[in-house]
């Protein structure tokens, strides 16, 4: 059956239908309300005694995120999406969300081609860094294979255009914040998620670029991170690191967090703050949130598994290891303990730090065993297949990969996390920003600083990096993907105001001025480098205290394999391999034989992950990139992007009326010798000062920080 948008909205109708025939029975007729009312407390209590994190911490009658039908319907249609997506194939969904989709005729998009110098530039960082190989570096951008020019797509209000034409010098090149959109690595494109970008875009006053990059597992680690720096190098030739702020979600939250510590570490500049929305920064799942309840995620709890087909899975390390030894190909059983898949032994249980074991150690830090071994319940099982599709095995616990293993994250540039309280992400998210404000106390494992180079930059960089982390109770993973939801709202409005106080505070750092009032301060970071708070489903905040099972979690089990997910794992992957047996048959023989058909230079095929397309491409098979070159309408995803993005256009006109009126407003208030009230600083946002409509913070700054007012008008 094909994956397009008639076939999946057939799969998500009933669960449409379903969701909004429940929401009404059980919220809105009569006869149901005490039930409902009595029904959220009790849950709301429930989670209070359990984990504070996830349930909302005001009063009792506080409704939670699923109570509103625009939230709980976007967060069923999404798991539906992902149930569906599980039963095709990889370069499906990559065709699928690489589509093409449509923009407004008040956003301006113009694509960027990425000069090879640069390219070069980050290749060198990443060589610097220890990560080998030259098969991930771009061998296109000329005539012959024009598709493979790097390309960013540059995203931002003609309105804003407009104004910025008008200036000169640095206010005409303008802020830039640089997004990398998620979808775990290897799917999702830059037109999914456009109209969570022209939101940024119309939110902050600023243009917003997103790299187009390469995704796994075609294109696995460290490609994506290669294609990402890149972008950051050509803006810094551009224009100052002030005016700069990364973004991302998910996956690319996470990238953005790994190339943070590679810029700090090699001394250039870092941009004027970071967003990371939802950052998936730990690939070993060594966390507890993650084998918790995900009813309120869309995850899935085994991962995400897929239909098999010539991009994944790739062949498993005992069928090359047999290859290469010259030896007959094993067999590709789908049954538990034969060859191709995993085997169990019952002799002396190894340990989880066994994953870690072997091997020389690269300079990366990284020790490349071929196999990984982990113990559960009481069995030995050597993994020869790969778990995650963004790297083989043994770079899980790469310090790129997984940054939250970084020597450090001190001395970074002030970063917003924004996480949901009832994202499987979640304790990884808080424990990240804690790392990061306080690097002294929560130090990396010393088994992960295997290099001169990671011990110093452990020693080196113990500067707190201030942090603000907000805690959506009871939301789930990348809430802006639901733009029209509370949360996501609040989300936007956090996002814009510590974006323009990172800017004015960047940019009075770069070019001190006695004369120049400091900006105004909307965090307490006078009293501590980490500002956390908690808001409920109706944006108000409290105060938020990080679970202490996830603080004192021991740093030797932190970047490493635990069993539970992969018991899951290995459950949900045995249900697939049993449903496409003899698919998984076929595709592996054909993988065989293409790595057999590959040229006898052993050194530079040992450097290669079995799922890069450039084994495929060597052997003239094609690179099997789903979505690469597609120009069709992405009809599903634009719909979804029109639902999400309504109010844009009405945003956008808003903000304009706004700034005109407070313009209007201070200069009245000047003319008669009094000040102004409400500063605007230099990209337009409020700050301080009093608003209309009922406040939900504790200050007008943190009010808007965390969720803005009630009322406001997105």
């Known amino acids: 059956m094909p994956f397009n948008t008639l076939t999946v909205g057939a799969a998500v109708a009933p669960t449409a239908v379903a969701t909004t025939l429940n929401h009404y029975l059980k919220y809105i007729t009569p006869a149901h309300k005490h039930t409902s ?16 994190v996830t349930s909302d911490s005001s009063d009792s009658e506080t409704p939670t995120t699923t109570d509103y039908l625009p939230y709980a319907l976007g967060l069923t249609l999404i798991r539906r999406f992902l149930v569906s997506a599980s039963h095709h194939t990889v370069e499906d969904l990559q065709r699928f969300t690489a589509q093409r989709v449509p923009h407004p005729v008040w956003v301006r998009i113009e694509d960027i081609a990425i000069p090879g110098e640069f390219l070069d530039a980050s290749a060198a960082l990443l060589d610097a860094a220890g990560v080998e190989g030259k098969w991930w570096r771009w061998r296109g951008g000329n005539e012959d294979e024009p598709e493979r020019e790097m390309l960013a797509e540059e995203i931002e209000m003609r309105a804003d255009k407009r104004r910025r034409d008008a200036k000169e010098g640095e206010e005409a090149v303008g802020r830039v914040l640089l997004y990398v959109h998620g979808g775990a690595y290897y799917f999702g494109s830059v037109d999914t998620h456009r109209y969570q970008l022209q939101k940024y875009a119309s939110k902050l006053g600023c243009r917003v670029v997103a790299p187009r990059y390469r995704l796994a597992p075609q294109f696995p680690f460290p490609c994506g991170i290669y294609d990402v720096l890149s972008v950051y190098l050509y803006l810094l030739s551009k224009q100052p690191a002030h005016t700069i702020i990364l973004g991302g979600d998910s996956a690319g939250g996470g990238m953005v967090l790994a190339i943070l510590t590679l810029l700090r570490d090699h001394y250039i500049d870092l941009p004027a703050g970071a967003v990371l929305v939802s950052p998936w920064v730990d690939l070993c799942h060594s966390f507890p949130s993650v084998i918790g309840d995900n009813s309120k995620d869309y995850i899935p709890p085994h991962g995400f598994l897929h239909r098999p087909s010539p991009a994944w899975p790739p062949p498993s390390t005992r069928d090359i290891e047999a290859l290469k030894a010259g030896k007959p190909m094993p067999g590709t059983s789908t049954k538990e303990g034969e060859e191709g898949t995993i085997t169990s032994t019952t002799e002396e249980a190894m340990g989880v730090e066994s994953t870690t074991t072997g091997g020389a150690t690269t300079d990366a830090g990284v020790k490349p065993a071929r196999n990984t071994s982990i113990t559960i319940d009481g069995v030995t099982h050597t993994i020869t297949d790969q778990i995650q599709l963004y790297c083989p095995n043994p770079f899980l616990s790469h310090p790129l990969v997984s940054p939250i293993i970084a020597p450090s994250l001190g001395g970074l540039c002030p970063l917003l996390i924004l996480s949901g309280g009832g994202e499987v992400l979640r304790d990884e998210q808080i424990y990240t920003a804690h790392k990061a404000a306080f690097p002294s106390q929560y130090p990396t494992w010393p088994g992960h600083l295997t290099t001169p180079a990671a011990i110093a930059a452990a020693a080196a960089h113990t500067t707190p990096t201030k942090v603000v982390l907000q805690v959506f109770a009871n939301t789930c993973h990348v809430a802006p993907i639901m733009a029209w939801t509370r949360p996501a709202r609040s989300m936007f409005r956090a996002t814009r105001t510590f974006a323009h106080w990172a800017w004015a505070s960047a940019a009075l750092a770069a070019t001190p001025d006695p004369d120049t009032p400091p900006p105004p301060q909307p965090y307490p970071f006078s009293r501590s480098p980490l500002f956390a708070i908690q808001l409920d489903a109706l944006g108000r905040p409290s105060d938020f205290t990080a679970p202490a099972a996830v603080l004192a979690q021991p740093v030797d089990t932190i970047g490493v394999i635990t069993p539970e997910p992969v018991k899951r794992w290995l459950h949900g992957k045995e249900l697939w391999d049993a449903r496409y047996a003899a698919e998984k048959r076929a595709v592996q023989q054909r993988q065989l034989a293409e790595l057999a058909a590959l040229p006898s230079d052993a050194d530079e095929r040992e450097d290669v992950p079995p799922s890069a397309a450039y084994n495929r491409r060597r052997t003239g098979g094609g690179d099997g990139v789903g979505g690469r070159g597609v120009t069709g309408l992405g009809l599903g995803v634009w719909i979804w992007g029109v639902w999400g993005g309504k109010d844009i256009k009405r945003g956008v006109g808003h903000e304009e009326k706004r700034v005109d009126r407070i313009e209007r407003r201070r200069e009245r208030m000047e003319s008669v010798g ?36 009630e009322g406001e008008v997105d």
Do not use: F, I, Q
């Open 37 to 52: 009312t009595t029904t959220v407390n009790t849950t709301a209590a429930a989670s209070s005694d359990s984990n504070p």
């Open 674 to 709: 009094r000040p102004g009230v409400g500063r605007r600083d230099s990209g337009g946002a409020t700050v301080g000062g009093a608003r209309r409509g009922r406040s939900v913070g504790r200050s007008s700054g943190d009010g808007e920080a965390a969720g803005g007012k």
